[in-house]
């Protein structure tokens, strides 16, 4: 079912992403035209269903290795498979606590932001995650250059989503009056749930670029192949869990509720 060549896996990726991007597109104008916040969770969820699956492969957790050889290099990915899950699953529970935090704090109040900025950086980062999921497909099947090349785009667009959001929406909220204190008398809780967030992740997105720019690193050096780049795996799983929580942080910070 997911052995599949060359063409058909990348045509696989480039429908998802289309899939992604309607969805995007159609809860902007939701939250725009009819405020409707369990639509908007219902779309949240969706989307993160499509990366969860296609682009971060959870199903290779099933993966098992027919030999059970333990010093074989598929057994090992498979227990290393295991540990990184683990490690999302339990970073998973801190941006779910700051969401919580959000929704106990804010209710149907959110920071008054930029709605178009905000648009453009998810888009930005969504589409930084088709490159990604590209590149991870290019170098199963043998492609180190695309890999190179695609990682590479995904670095530059990840990096433009970072810098957004810290070097224009930071500042563009500041220059509002929204301030990083939960105790602001101007802004109330509203700016450190803002600041806590967007902070959290954005720290996410640093060690994801770091972690892109490592494996990149390797593959110039010929390290990686098709039969064995767990690493790029990783990098590339991690890059879409920073994408997979976004999918929940746009709508909690930019589209639910009013400001």
């Known amino acids: 079912m997911h052995s599949q060549d060359k063409s058909s896996a990348l045509g696989q990726g480039v429908v998802i992403f289309i899939y992604l991007a309607v969805l995007t597109v159609m809860e902007y104008f939701i939250a725009i035209l009819l405020d409707a916040i369990s639509i908007l969770i219902v779309v949240a969820v969706v989307k993160a269903a ?9 199903y290779k957790l099933n993966e098992e290795d027919a030999d059970h050889d333990p010093h074989s290099y598929v057994f090992k990915t498979a227990t290393n498979r295991l540990g990184l899950w683990l490690f999302l699953l339990s970073d998973g529970f801190l941006f779910a606590g700051l969401l919580v935090v ?46 190179m090349r695609n990682t590479v785009i995904t670095f530059i667009m990840g990096l433009g989503f970072l810098l957004g959001v810290v070097f224009v929406e930071w500042r563009t909220a500041a220059a509002e009056g929204l301030t ?40 110039r050096k010929g390290v990686y192949t098709a039969e064995k780049h767990f690493p790029i795996e990783a990098a590339a799983v991690y890059w879409h869990f920073v994408d997979l929580v976004w999918i929940f942080f746009y709508p909690a910070l930019y589209l639910i509720g009013k400001p």
């Open 50 to 58: 499509l990366v969860l699956y296609y682009y971060m492969h959870i």
């Open 102 to 147: 959000r929704s106990n704090l804010l209710g149907l109040h959110r920071p008054d932001l930029n709605q178009l900025l905000g648009l453009v950086v998810t888009s930005v980062l969504l589409i930084s995650s088709f490159f990604m999921n590209r590149g991870e497909t290019l170098m199963s099947k043998g492609d180190v250059k695309g890999f």
């Open 180 to 219: 990083p204190s939960f105790g602001s008398v101007a802004t109330g809780p509203v700016g450190g749930v803002f600041y806590l967030m967007t902070g959290m992740h954005a720290f996410h997105v640093l060690t994801g670029l770091i972690f892109l720019y490592i494996v990149w690193n390797n593959a």
